[in-house]
């Protein structure tokens, strides 16, 4: 009777800890995927020459997967340079089992 009783409590232990390990890949996933595309749009943008229709277009996407992204007006002090701060506001659920939410930010720079 006791060999079954420890047997349940190791079952029931692997199972919290697949659990525990599908959530954190599930959530490195969503880093991963945000992060692509985050250098896909600065590549987009700088490829475009700027262009806000371009600019328009991404944050529309974005937004489809539930994301916000930002782009800042021209930084650059000079008239013949473009930078702009390219921003994606996302948020991963990295335990869903207790209901945790985090809002990330990737900031890069289109030049």
């Not at 079952?11 to 525990?20: A, K, P, S």
């Not at 937004?63 to 000079?78: A, F, M, T």
Request: a negative charge; one cysteine or more.
């Amino acid at each position: 009777m006791k060999q079954i009783f420890e047997d349940m409590i190791v079952i029931v232990l692997i199972i919290i800890g697949v659990l525990v390990n599908t959530c954190m890949i599930k959530a490195n996933l969503e880093i991963t995927e945000a992060r692509n595309y985050h250098a896909q749009v600065i590549e987009e943008i700088q490829a475009s020459g700027f262009s806000a229709n371009v600019i328009t277009d991404k944050q529309a996407e974005a937004q489809e997967h539930g994301w916000e992204l930002i782009v800042s007006d021209n930084l650059s002090p000079y008239e013949d340079r473009q930078d702009r701060k390219v921003t994606l506001v996302y948020t991963i659920t990295p335990l869903p089992i207790v209901g945790t939410e985090q809002e990330r930010n990737i900031v890069g720079y289109a030049r």
